[in-house]
């Protein structure tokens, strides 16, 4: 038994926990992107992107071998972008060459910063230029040389013979060309760079626009990681709905390079468990010991353990079970509890984590979906089995009255591939099912297709914000009010 109140379980936010070094689950998919044989990382949101993503960068930096560049949105060439459109580029190809130039610009900045390049080169003069025009932001690294990259291009046009460059008759095209060349002869193949790209889903809204942004920066690194695979290194770190929903020429090029994020239910556990061993300093054991320490041994509603009945209620992710088990800690220590009991957990759920994971539903997918709230308002008092027909006709009458021009099929696939709607699946264990019946959704196996099912399950995290109740429950409450 512990002292639940000295538990600190970190903050939801890999950016802002400063401990997360200490107790991160290092899986084989943090070691596949830290290695760099993985370079393009798919997960959900919460699902651990950013701490990977912190951890990656964390480690390569304190190596002391290798240049590590994160870059966010914000430092991309706009204006770039219109340069090549104005040069008659489709967007697609707009967006890979404006990435190209923001990334090599990059590149160059820290090689020369860093001394790796002369700074008498023609890369050197190039960078030159760019410090002289513009600053790099401080201490963080993050490129912002080229803010302004039109008036840069129409700098280097007036300034061609300074940088040392041949072409008489520069061009946005041109100027990626020549630094792609330049580069080859003075970057010194001992010397390793890894370029980190993250919240990308900061930049998206499901515009043809957006799409072009992301499916350019895809091309872009995969293009400049094979030009210079001795050297260099681009990872992507992108949301597994934006990635799903994007389709490009030469895609089947990245699946080599692909990293899905998934987590088992006893690696979410060890999620827990690390840092309750962290805040507690207690020594390297067993998970199970932790939990059933940490919780009491009063089963729950089917009699389920401690364990279960919080990993039915996430989407498995580690953000899910780490919110949870905070908010039970809360509640748990609210009520001078030596141990989290059923009463704390399920007050947890009711007054903070099921209205959490509604808006979080929301807040993800609003930019793309503006009638996601009402959506899911639509099943407000409903029953948490619904059949297929029933289903559809109510989603199609939502549609008529928010007035989209979407089949009610249409809106099932996207409650479904939000997790909102799973399915309960029978038959002989497989690699994605267990034997008997289970309860399946889309982000435990995506290649469900949900319309073959007669019935539908809302999730179980959602049914208390919704007053989603069983059947039995109502049939309960009808035979208590009969005389």
Known sequence: MYDVSKIDLGNDEAEQDKYLAQYFLRT???????????????????????????????????????????????????????????????????????????????????LVDKGVIDKHSPTGRYYNYMRDSYKPAEKDGLLRAVTNVRQFLEGIKTQWVSLGW???????????????????????????????????????????????????????????????????TITVFLRSDIYDGLLFDDQDKLRQYEETLTWTPDELKSVISERVRFSLWLAAGDDEKIWSSLFSTRKYRSKASPSKYILDRTFKRPRDIISFVRFALEK?????????????????????????????????QQKQYPYAKALLDSFQGSLHKLSTPELLQNLGQFARIQGLRLEPEDLLRILFVWGVLGVKRQGRAGLNQRGGASFAYYYEDPSIQPLVYPSFYIHPSLRFYLNVSEKREKRKILRLSDP
């Open 28 to 110: 084989s998919s943090f070691k596949q992107v830290l290695s760099g044989r993985k370079s393009l990382v798919i997960g959900r949101k919460g699902s651990g992107k950013s701490a990977i993503f912190e951890l990656v960068r964390s480690e390569l930096e304190s190596g002391g071998t290798t240049i590590v560049i994160p870059i966010t949105p914000d430092q991309y060439s706009w204006s770039a972008l219109r340069d090549y459109k104005e040069a008659g580029l489709l967007p697609e190809q707009a967006h890979t060459n404006a990435w190209k130039l923001t990334l090599l610009s990059a590149i160059v900045w820290n």
């Open 166 to 232: 041949s072409s008489a008759t520069p061009t946005p095209l041109r100027v990626v060309e020549q630094l792609v060349n330049d580069l080859k002869t003075c970057w010194p193949i001992t010397q390793p760079v890894r370029v980190l790209i993250d919240r990308l889903d900061d930049s998206w809204d499901a515009s043809p626009e957006s799409q072009h942004l992301i499916v350019g920066l895809l091309k872009a690194a995969n293009d400049l990681n094979n030009t210079f695979r001795d050297r260099l």
């Open 332 to 364: 748990a220590v609210a009520n001078h509890h030596d141990e989290i009991e059923p009463e704390d957990v399920r007050s947890a759920e009711e007054t903070k984590y099921s209205s959490s994971k509604y808006k979080d539903i929301i807040i993800e």
